[in-house]
């Protein structure tokens, strides 16, 4: 690799060449040090949303603010257009508002923190870390009201401010910060276990200069950057179609009676470059519901997709961004205008990966995955208890993961992989609740030659008076099932009272009030399964029932007969295989359990709920 100048903080710095071992060493010295930051902050954070579920994400990058390393990133990218400030040595910036920093966060909950890291007067890379805070002062605990209709009720904005400057701690501005919430005390706790990460990844980059030379530091993370490009490269030609294809899913409702919400995207290639253009996507939405995705995380999802896909020894980070060109309709539900709320954005988020997989595959059927847990389900529950102590918990659950090529969805897993459930045993000890129950959802995952992941069901009881808020979808809409396979299951939510009447709550609400003793079933969906369900081997639905994933009933969709004892009946499964073949439509690319249409007239009688009113679309004016 030839020498290059790097022009940095107005320094020219010379970017050497870097043979492969030490190339190597860098790189990996890079991953341990972002690895480390997790520790870090998993091990010093007080919020169980990041100490137990590991609601963060650091990154290092390079001196222009593109990730190396990391699991979630361009977060600097929409900083740095969004903030027309000096950087200098010492600093450390903080910020959780998406409208000034071009959706680098995407809602106020998320505190984002980005450290310039120097050496010599230079700025040679960044490191950043954002973690999801508890409360940051919304109208609800937890700040992530479902029916905010714009985004002062939603918390604190914190426009990108220095919170460290030159080495000091505005410790003024961040006793403001931690007033605004019901939970001061993590809140701090947790923005100091982000600044110790910011710390450790900046003495992690100048060990290694200090060994290697700021030069070959500068030309390792160029190439470990072109190494990825090129990777990238030969996966975009190999996958996207020179042809158009289009694609489009929905969010179920928005949380105040309307839905569902259409997300539309065409993908084609031209040359070298994939475009993805979401035209035809609705209308922000009034409530909370609205995404602002920024192009360039679109890119790091879609880059976090291909290399999971299909090489997970790839370096992940941003060296192939300039190989997709994304277009994303200004006011549209996933660009929405200043001052729409964005706090409830996850079901956005996350249903992103479903419009992904569905439009990358229509080219490559062979290679789609069906669709899955797309989505961060939030239960939120405080109040006071008997000795008059505020609690409030922020829990994230887990669902289904879809059918895939190679082979069945892992059962109650996340979205995110790396997030890991709360253990029971922690939520029994600092909240006053009592896990009842906690398991997988037999025949939630869609029947398939590959078997979708099941959802989960837990049974929360709920230990003293407070209020709960509930954050999930797919609860209309089925998570369908592709090449055969059938849709998973759909979610559900039913609170029994102390007198046992029951009542079956909306998937996103808040302020529901709950007494000693009251039981909810939090039920999550399941992933849609993958291929012809009648090619499945009929010893694998048997070990399924014997495992507890698939009931009697539900081994009929394999069109496997089962006795009593979880033993397949051969001759009867044959006989129902050949009875189903006969009397089904001709398969489909994709099955999604029936038009909208059909699916809103049978919603009642297999929901308990009212189906949505279409949407009624009003984009509010900028506010400046």
């Not at 310039?116 to 960044?126: C, Q, R």
């Not at 964005?342 to 990358?360: A, N, Y």
Request: proline share 6%; with cysteine.
């Amino acid at each position: 690799m030839s020498a290059r100048i790097i022009e940095t903080n107005k320094v020219k710095i010379e970017a050497t060449e870097v043979d492969s071992i030490n190339l190597d060493i860098i790189e990996n010295a890079l991953r341990n040090a972002r690895s480390e930051m997790d520790a870090v902050l998993f091990r010093t954070a007080m919020s169980p949303g990041i100490r137990e579920q590991h609601d963060a994400f650091p990154m290092i990058a390079n001196h222009d603010g593109k990730m190396v390393v990391g699991q979630f990133g361009s977060f600097i990218h929409g900083f740095l257009e969004g903030y027309d400030g000096t950087v200098e040595e010492g600093d450390v910036f903080l910020t959780n508002d998406p409208y000034s920093t071009n959706g680098a966060v995407s809602h106020l909950n998320d505190w984002l923190t980005l450290m310039p890291i120097f050496d010599g007067g230079k700025l040679v890379s960044w490191a950043a870390m954002f973690g999801h805070m508890t409360d940051n002062g919304g109208k609800v605990p937890g700040s992530l009201p479902t029916d905010a209709m714009q985004i002062f009720e939603e918390g604190l904005q914190i426009p990108p401010v220095k919170i460290i400057r030159g080495g000091e701690l505005n410790s003024e501005l961040l006793n403001v910060l931690v007033r605004n919430s019901r939970v001061p005390d993590w809140n701090r706790s947790d923005f100091n276990a982000i600044i110790a990460a910011l710390r450790l990844a900046e003495r992690r980059v100048r060990e290694i200069i200090q060994r290697f030379g700021v030069g070959s530091y500068m030309a390792a993370t160029n190439e470990m950057l072109d190494r990825n490009k090129r990777a990238m490269s030969a996966i975009i030609k190999m996958v996207i179609p020179e042809k158009k294809a289009y694609f489009e899913d929905y969010i179920d409702d928005d949380g105040i009676g309307m839905g569902p919400y259409k997300i539309a995207c065409s993908l084609w290639r031209e040359g070298d470059i994939a475009y993805f253009d979401f035209e035809g996507t609705d209308p922000q939405s009034m409530s909370s519901i609205n995404f602002y995705l920024n192009e360039e995380m679109f890119k790091m999802f879609l880059g976090a997709f291909f290399i999971n896909l299909f090489d997970p020894q790839i370096l992940f980070n941003d060296g192939f961004y300039e190989l997709v060109d994304v277009k994303i309709p200004d006011g549209s539900i996933l660009k929405p205008k200043r001052p729409a709320a964005l706090s409830c954005r996850t079901h956005l988020l996350g249903r992103i990966f479903d419009i992904m997989g569905g439009v990358l595959g229509m080219g490559a059927p062979d290679a789609l995955n069906a669709a899955g847990f797309s989505d961060s389900p939030h239960l939120m529950y405080s109040g006071y208890d008997s000795r008059d102590e505020w609690y409030q918990l922020f829990q994230i659950g887990f669902g289904g993961i879809p059918g895939r090529p190679a082979g069945d969805g892992p059962d109650g897993h996340s979205l995110w992989p790396s997030f890991t459930n709360v253990p029971n045993e922690y939520l029994e000890s600092y909240f006053p609740l009592r896990i009842l129950r906690y398991e997988s959802i037999a025949d939630s995952g869609g029947a398939g030659l590959n078997r979708g992941g099941n959802g989960v069901s837990v049974l929360y009881e709920f230990l003293e008076p407070g209020q709960i808020s509930i954050h999930d979808d797919r609860w209309l809409t089925y998570p369908w099932g592709v090449n055969g396979g059938l849709p998973g299951g759909r979610s559900s939510k039913k609170l029994v009272r102390t007198d046992g009447s029951v009542e079956w709550l909306p998937s996103k609400c808040d302020r529901i009030f709950v007494e000693k003793g009251d039981q909810l079933y939090y039920n999550t969906w399941g992933g849609g399964g993958w291929g012809d369900p009648l090619k499945r081997d009929p010893q694998k639905v048997a070990d399924d029932f014997n495992r507890g994933l698939v009931t009697i009933d539900g081994a009929k969709n394999y069109g496997v007969v089962l006795t009593a004892d979880g033993v397949v009946d051969v001759p009867k499964t044959q006989e129902l295989r050949q009875k189903i073949e006969k009397e089904r439509k001709p398969i489909e690319l994709f099955n999604r359990g029936g038009t909208i249409e059909e699916i809103k007239a049978r919603c009642f009688e297999e929901t308990h709920l009212m189906p949505p009113k279409s949407p009624t679309f009003k984009v509010r004016a900028q506010v400046k």
